[in-house]
């Protein structure tokens, strides 16, 4: 009943706000607002202070029942305040494998003179709550748990407070598409496949061979000394240079090789051997039928390569109404 | 921060468990709390609360839980029980207060996660309110908002998630909050309407020993009285005061006499007869405060007043129908000199002439031989007051301690005595004379607090005089006091005792400076008392007719709060508000914001890193129907930020560009901003 409730409201929020683009500033037509179980509490209390004020003709006993009163209305406003101009961001989730969590990165900006406490956010069932203290910013990790392999999306999410008194919770839905690629589970008994029977890790170790390979789209969780700073600077999108060593002679990491296992087993495998590639620091390339992903490294080249693993077999689904 | 605690935080909050500190904070909140309760309830229920806190802490710090819930259930049975034997009902102030109490008390034994807290903070609350809800004391208002404060501190300290704000910083926000709330507060307690009076009856505790004159009055009473600074009421005349020998505060009358104490008659309720004014009428107001008794003061006669269940018994005592339980006003008028037309009835004269010559003997005796040599009444009169004044009486606070008859042992023995002695002995004389002739209490006097224009009656002030039948004039009031001192009547007590008498007080008139800071100090109590404790429905009229509104009335007060409170609010809003506004200050830079913030509407918001120039080179790029206007605005910024020298176009000259500046919406796709 009570969810059912929620789940009306969410939806109503979502057709009355629509799709919000991230990063987002918290505005006051957002915010929502209702006592807690202690408000309502209060709020009889407060009742009873006044009849007993009017009751026993009491000034002084008025005097404080309104005080009361007001503190609870200030504090309201403090409530509501906690959330409005807060500006939100998320930053691209990390590795997220199958059964395991995807941890979806907050980032809670508050460019105010005021602290903003106990924020929490609220997203699929998972939250996380921090503090923001005046004029920073802090990143709320949210590790939202991704059961299946595929892609995990997440339509809504809420930021809500109860901050100071636990009297009022007030909450706010932001209806932004964040969208996490959900890896297999990272799982096999077969060994990393070799080029041409010789190891061929120990020629990568060595960074003095690496040589400019061109710009690749820029991926969050790029080291920043590869960034591209010329081109961005000459107003062209954020870009990464991509190196590639002289002497690594590519290795393919191949759907093929693994005749007679089951598709999610081969999945898993792959995935395995591509972790296991990239902390061995080797040049690979993952080809899955109908794809392949041209040999290279780093953590952009991963997350290419894990991302084709976990939509692999899965046609783009449609958006689903993601419930915080 | 964990979020395994915040997994199921609708409730999880609510059910942390709570830690010692959090524990001794609201133990100490409590304790303040019940301070102001203090002499008001039975000390068993004060230890019951402190033995139940101090176990619950003593566990709390070596890590222990609550005690068992059978133990719990079995001493909150008891202390309830024990409640009930004790006031035989939970309705009512003082059982209600103490239920309280009890419940918080025993909910501290009981605390284990922070909804135990909530319950006892709002204990707490509710505890405030009912320690002022039959006080009058600026004090304890004071004091109590200072509890409130503190716990309001506490309770921030207990909701917040770790880290906890530091205690100065939770004490600074919870005092921030104070003051945001003050004028709210203001403006619900002055325009919120009062009623006349209570929504249902207040039971009355009634076990406050009464203060001041009592109905009886015995050889010493009055001295003792007297050795007390306590102000008894105080007085404002609406116009010029009376001369000092008509400032009489009329109390209790007594007729009957046992030898040794004055009482009251048992039954005065026969309707007073009718008095006709001699002199000019006066028109004040007695602020009194409590004496727990059913009379009221007012100045010698009274003819009018505005207590609607307050009524004059037949010997001109204005009595209420409940005992003075709180602080009132009375309001009436007075005649200073009047005279009675009707005869007086047998029933009275019987009462009042009545004589007991076994306890009195040698007064009888002197009675008989001054009325043979004065048959009319008032030679008679005037002959007894002139022995008061001829003879070597004393007028003393300390007299001999007298055994026996007393009036023949003052009279002819002891010689010394307070206005007590000297109304009895003449009294007595009086009656002895076939004179009817009865005792009146009161007050006589008072100080004039220049600084406020009103009169102080102490219990210092208490005084007893005597009232005697003239045929064809009526009562006529006598007070033997002034025979023997008549500085009493003009300059109070302190100017008719020698040097050495133990009044009350006395020191400070020698200090003249002392004096008037306690002047001062009392016209702030009557100003607190005016404004604050009386503060009602008329003074609301009043407030209406202050502010020019025409036919002032409930709905238009109503109308009125209405008012106040959304203005209130807005500025509410508006200042809790401004605090999070983070709009630059510099107008040029607000300007550049607006800019970008329209750019942004139509889906080409400014990058973090770029500058302005940059951005416009983007936003031609992106939007080639937008880029020369852009471009220009923000060469323009540019150079209003950056160039030494002086440019061709005003700060505020770009401000107005800026919003003369509407960018139209993109063609292309819908952007997703814009959708809804």
Redesign the interface.
């Given at each position: 009943m009570r969810r059912a409730l929620a789940d009306r409201l969410r939806a109503w929020a979502a057709r009355r706000?629509?799709?919000?683009?991230l990063p987002i500033k918290i505005n006051?037509r957002r915010i929502y607002i209702l006592p807690t179980r202690?408000g309502i509490?209060?709020a009889f209390?407060l009742v009873?202070?006044l009849?007993?004020?009017?009751?026993?003709?009491?000034?002084?006993?008025?005097?404080?029942?309104?005080?009361?009163?007001?503190?609870a209305?200030?504090?309201m406003?403090?409530c509501n305040?906690n959330l409005?101009?807060l500006q939100v961001d998320v930053t691209a989730e990390v590795d997220a494998f199958a059964g395991g969590e995807a941890s979806f990165e907050f980032v809670l900006k508050n460019?105010?003179?005021?602290d903003r406490?106990?924020v929490?956010i609220r997203c699929l069932?998972?939250?996380?709550?921090?503090?923001v203290a005046a004029r920073s910013s802090e990143s709320v990790?949210?590790?939202v748990p991704v059961p299946q392999r595929g892609i995990i999306r997440i339509a809504q999410f809420e930021l809500r407070t109860?901050?100071?008194?636990?009297w009022f919770h007030a909450w706010t839905y932001i209806q932004g598409s964040l969208a996490a690629y959900v890896a297999p589970l990272p799982r096999g008994a077969r060994t990393l496949p070799s080029v041409a029977g010789s190891g061929s890790s120990h020629r990568s170790e060595a960074r003095g061979d690496e040589d400019f390979a061109g710009l690749r789209a820029y991926e969050p969780g790029v080291p920043l000394k590869h960034m591209a700073w010329k081109v961005?600077a000459r107003?062209g999108e954020a870009a990464v240079r991509s190196y590639t060593g002289l002497a690594a002679l590519p290795e393919w990491l191949e759907w093929s090789a693994l005749e007679g296992e089951n598709t999610e087993t081969r999945l898993s495998q792959l995935c395995l051997w591509v972790l296991e590639s990239e902390s061995a620091h080797r040049i690979y390339g993952l080809r899955l039928p109908g794809k392949e992903i041209a040999p290279g490294r780093g953590a952009a080249h991963r997350f290419a390569c894990l991302r084709a693993l976990a939509v692999f077999g899965i046609a783009e689904p449609p958006r689903t109404a993601g419930t915080p | 921060m964990n979020s395994k605690t915040g997994v199921n935080s609708r409730t999880g909050v609510n059910s942390r468990a709570v830690t010692y500190d959090q524990l001794a904070g609201i133990s100490a909140c409590f304790g303040l709390a019940l301070l102001a309760h203090l002499g008001s309830l039975p000390a068993w229920v004060f230890g019951a609360a402190a033995v139940s806190g101090g176990i619950r802490l003593a566990r709390a710090r070596r890590g222990r839980p609550a005690p068992p819930r059978g133990v719990r259930l079995l001493v909150a049975a008891l202390a309830v029980a024990l409640l009930y034997l004790q006031f035989r009902t939970f309705n009512g102030l003082s059982a209600g207060t103490a239920l309280l109490v009890l419940v918080a008390g025993l909910k501290l034994l009981e605390t284990e996660t922070q909804r135990d807290i909530y319950i006892i903070t709002l204990c707490i609350y509710f505890l405030s309110v009912a320690a002022l809800l039959e006080s009058t004391s600026f004090w304890l208002l004071a004091y109590l908002t200072g509890v409130c404060w503190l716990t309001t501190a506490t309770l921030l300290r207990l909701t917040s998630t770790r880290p906890l704000p530091d205690w100065r910083s939770s004490l600074r926000y919870a005092g921030r909050l104070l003051g945001q709330a003050l004028p709210l507060t203001l403006a619900l307690w002055i325009l919120f309407p009062r009623f006349a009076g209570p929504l249902w009856h207040i039971p009355d505790d009634g076990h406050v020993a009464g203060s001041g004159l009592s109905d009886s009055m015995n050889p010493g009473d009055i001295d003792q009285l007297v050795l007390s600074d306590e102000v008894a009421f105080r007085v404002h005349f609406a116009a010029a005061a009376p001369p000092p020998q008509e400032r009489y505060w009329r109390g209790p009358v007594l007729h009957n006499f046992d030898g040794r104490t004055w009482r009251r008659a048992s039954s005065m309720t026969q309707r007073p007869p009718p008095l006709q004014p001699l002199g000019p009428a006066y028109e004040y107001t007695v602020s009194l405060e409590p004496h727990q008794h059913r009379w009221l003061f007012a100045l010698d006669w009274p003819s009018r007043w505005n207590l609607p269940d307050a009524g004059l018994s037949g010997d001109y005592t204005l009595l209420q129908r409940d005992p003075v339980s709180r602080p009132i006003d009375l309001t009436a008028t007075s005649y200073t000199r009047v005279q009675e037309t009707e005869p007086l009835s047998n029933r009275l004269r019987r009462l009042d002439t009545q004589t007991m010559p076994i306890h009195y003997p040698r007064t009888m005796q002197l009675a008989q031989t001054l009325r043979s040599a004065h048959p009319d009444d008032a030679d008679y009169i005037r002959a007894v007051l002139a022995l008061f004044a001829q003879q070597p009486y004393y007028y003393t606070l300390t007299p001999p301690r007298l055994t026996g008859s007393t009036v023949d042992g003052f009279l002819f023995d002891t010689k010394r005595g307070f206005c007590e002695h000297y109304a009895s002995a003449f009294a007595v004389l009086m009656r002895a004379a076939g004179i009817p002739a009865r005792v009146v209490t009161g007050y006589q006097g008072g100080t004039f607090n220049r600084f406020a224009d009103y009169w102080i009656v102490r219990q210092s002030d208490a005084h007893a005089w005597d009232e005697v039948w003239i045929d064809g004039r009526g009562w006529l009031r006598v007070d033997p006091t002034t025979a023997i001192a008549p500085e009493r009547i003009e300059r109070g007590a302190d100017g008719a005792l020698s040097a050495d008498e133990p009044l009350a007080g006395r020191w400070q008139y020698r200090l003249r400076w002392f004096a008037d800071a306690r002047l001062r100090l009392d016209a702030l109590k009557q100003l607190w008392r005016e404004r604050i404790l009386f503060f009602d429905q008329q003074s609301q009229q009043k407030l209406l007719e202050w502010l020019h509104i025409p036919e002032p009335d409930g709905q238009k007060l109503v109308l009125l709060l209405g008012a106040a409170l959304t203005l209130v609010l807005c500025w509410l809003t508006w200042t809790v508000r401004r605090e999070v506004d983070s709009a630059p200050k510099d107008a040029l830079l607000r300007a550049y914001a607006r800019l970008c913030a329209k750019l942004a509407a139509v889906g080409v918001p400014r990058r973090l890193h770029e500058g302005a120039e940059d951005y416009a080179d983007r936003v031609g790029r992106d939007r080639p129907d937008l880029g020369p206007a852009v471009s220009a605005l923000c060469r323009h910024y540019s150079r209003l930020r950056y160039a030494a020298a002086p440019t061709r176009i005003t700060v505020t000259q770009f401000d107005a560009a800026v919003r003369a500046f509407r960018p139209a919406l993109k063609r292309r796709d819908s952007p997703a901003s814009a959708g809804s």
């Open positions: 706000h629509g799709r919000d683009s006051r202690f509490m209060l209390l009873a202070m009849v007993a004020g009017l009751n026993y003709n009491s000034n002084l006993g008025l005097a404080f029942g309104f005080l009361m009163a007001s503190i209305l200030v504090t406003h403090h305040r409005l101009g460019d105010s003179n005021v406490r106990d929490e069932g998972a939250d996380g709550i921090r503090s990790p949210v590790a109860r901050y100071p008194f636990g961005l107003g | -």
